[in-house]
């Protein structure tokens, strides 16, 4: 899943550790979500969409084909 959760998060000037004390979860997290290691639970991907205040949709794209 691709995400622009880093742009995100650099036009706000939020570094990981920033961005996952408001998410309530650790740094290697958000930079597991960010590489596309981990794709976030339901609930989190809500959480993260209320952050930036976007619909999930703005922030997460489906790779499939």
Same mark, same amino acid.
């Given at each position: 899943m691709n995400n622009r959760l880093k742009? *995100? &998060?650099?036009? #706000?000037?939020?570094?990981?550790a920033d961005l996952a004390e408001? *998410? &309530?979860?650790? #740094?290697?997290?958000v930079n597991a979500i960010e590489t596309g290691k981990y794709d976030p639970s339901l609930p989190?991907?809500?959480?993260i969409a209320r952050v930036f205040g976007l619909a999930i949709e703005q922030i997460f794209?489906?790779?499939a084909p």
């Open positions: 742009v *995100l &998060r650099a036009e #706000r000037n939020w570094s990981q408001r *998410l &309530r979860v650790s #740094r290697q997290s989190l991907a809500f959480r794209e489906d790779d």
